[in-house]
């Protein structure tokens, strides 16, 4: 799934790295005008939809006998963390929204993706579907380290969508099977994965989705190994940032851990301020 608008995450990271505006020149709309944005983008994506602004950030769309509350908040803080960005954002969450009530896409191998997790977010998500009366799905997932979890999803140019155990079966797949498929097509990003390297801590780019997946990549790894001072430290602190420096560079790894807590605390899509050494060619927890 394309998504310009993570790397505003990534941007606020780069900035605090290499010092830098964020968005120079872009003046803030307030939350009100945020939301009245949003409201007629979704009306010209729309036409058959009826939508009504409910509050600040708070949307009522109904296009049948049913109507649907929307909720900007996520929205409007990826737009804070680089204001130049508003249209990008809108258009990518109006697209959010249209493929809610899409068919559901043909399963694809090619379109497996590997997503880095916390249990948290897990246990959220099957509560949250509990309370609302649904079903919780049965997700496919794995232990990865240090309470993280690989969930598998199938990656189309409108969403996401993670995989059930009824959809290994009909992919003819057994869970065992899925790491491999999944990183291979990890590895084979169309967004070509970069590393933006710094004195204290480097930062690796690769299209603002799957950056936090990308410790799953263990050749990458490996041939990073070389390159700093001692282990690779590296933070996840949302899903489209990955920092990491050297275990030896002492200054560096506060940095990290500096950093890994003010990204946590301003992104949407944050997952942990924990540090993860790589050694005998996988992640654990580290301990400074």
């Known amino acids: 799934m394309g998504n310009g608008v993570a790397v505003a995450g990534l941007l606020a990271a780069i900035a605090a790295l ?92 090619a379109q497996i993706m590997p997503v880095i997790k916390t249990k948290d977010w897990v246990d959220s998500a099957l509560a949250a579907a509990k309370a609302q009366g649904g079903k919780p799905a049965e997700l496919v997932m794995e232990d990865f380290s240090g309470g993280l979890v690989v969930v598998y999803a199938q990656d189309t140019p409108s969403n996401m969508a993670f995989l059930t155990p009824g959809d290994l079966g009909k992919l003819g797949l057994k869970p065992a099977d899925l790491r491999q498929i999944a990183v291979a097509n990890l590895a084979a990003l169309p967004d070509k994965i970069g590393v933006k390297r710094g004195p204290l801590v480097s930062i690796v780019v690769a299209g603002g989705t799957y950056e936090a997946s990308l ?74």
């Open 18 to 109: 290499f010092g830098g505006a964020e968005a120079a020149g872009a003046q803030q709309v307030t939350k009100a005008e945020f939301t009245q944005h949003f409201a007629d983008a979704l009306r010209q994506a729309e036409p058959g939809v009826t939508v009504d602004i409910a509050g600040d950030l708070e949307l009522h769309a109904k296009a049948g006998p049913e109507g649907r509350q929307i909720f900007l908040d996520n929205a409007y803080r990826n737009y804070l963390l680089d204001p130049s960005s508003e249209k990008k954002v809108i258009e990518q969450y109006v697209a959010s929204f249209k493929a809610i009530d899409a068919p559901a896409p043909v399963l694809d191998r």
């Open 215 to 288: 410790l799953l990549l263990t050749d990458f790894w490996k041939a990073q190994a070389a390159k700093v001072d001692g282990e690779i430290v590296a933070a996840i602190p949302a899903r489209d940032l990955l920092l990491f420096t050297g275990s030896k560079n002492t200054v560096g790894v506060a940095k990290l851990a500096a950093l890994a807590t003010e990204m946590l605390a301003k992104s949407s899509y944050g997952l942990t301020n924990q540090l993860y050494i790589f050694r005998k060619g996988r992640f654990q927890p580290y301990a400074q």
